[in-house]
């Protein structure tokens, strides 16, 4: 039961450098969602996934670029990282089985932007 | 104005007593909430959730809904230190699976 995985765990890059952080859920789960998590703004949503590519803006979509080729990986694409993306990243997923709209999380990808 | 407002914090409490978390939200058409629970360095897991107004129990947890004052509560009874954590709402849109979450409120049960 690996459930939802992501990777990196932890990233250090340099500013300008392409960074891709890898989610893999094996619920077959419709939705995921890519949320970022700094001191004091708690989970912000980058962007949301309602099933294979098919995929929506959140609150911070700016600097990110994701896809959903296939309905369980959604790999999240920082193309020129800059330092205010340095954060802790969290993917997550929810699907009709779980019948009451909760989010379940993989364990978070660490980013440093030097 | 954010779209899920919480009380950062830090909330205080001795070891027994009641802990009392509050969040409301701009979207009037929400119709899910939740309650998550977040440990330092983890993951947040779902600790509560409430689509009705009015009150849910689970436990010592009680969420409270009041959908006219766009006000979503946490109620922690008999609080003990392993309560201690960062306490997320968050609220599903209308369309049903957008989550959008609060700053997170952090509480401290003093043994």
């Known amino acids: 039961d690996a459930g939802i995985t992501q990777s990196p765990r932890y990233k250090i890059t340099e500013t300008g450098r392409q960074v891709t952080l890898m989610c893999h859920q094996t619920w077959s789960h419709s939705y995921m969602f890519w949320y970022r998590q700094d001191l004091g703004h708690g989970l912000r949503l980058i962007y949301y996934?309602?099933?294979?590519?098919?995929?929506d803006k959140g609150e911070v979509p700016d600097g990110y670029v994701v896809s959903r080729s296939k309905t369980e990986n959604f790999p999240l694409t920082l193309e020129s990282a800059t330092r205010s993306q340095t954060s802790v990243y969290f993917c997550?997923?929810?699907?009709?089985?779980?019948?009451?709209?909760?989010?379940?999380f993989g364990e978070g990808s660490r980013l440093t932007v030097l | 104005q954010k779209e899920v407002e919480q009380n950062s914090g830090p909330l205080s409490v001795p070891e027994g007593a009641i802990a009392s978390l509050n969040c409301t939200y701009s979207?009037?058409?929400?119709?899910?909430f939740f309650w998550y629970r977040q440990y330092s360095g983890k993951s947040p897991e779902l600790i509560m959730f409430i689509y009705s107004n009015g009150d849910k129990e689970d436990g010592r947890f009680t969420a409270q809904l009041n959908k006219a004052s766009q006000y979503v509560s946490l109620l922690i009874r008999d609080s003990q230190p392993s309560d201690s954590a960062t306490y997320l709402c968050a609220v599903q849109n209308t369309g049903g699976f957008k989550t959008i979450f609060g700053a997170g409120t952090r509480l401290f049960v003093k043994a």
């Open positions: 996934s309602a099933a294979a590519d098919i995929t």
């Open positions: 979207d009037r058409g929400s119709q899910s």
């Open positions: 997550a997923s929810s699907g009709p089985a779980a019948n009451t709209g909760e989010l379940f």
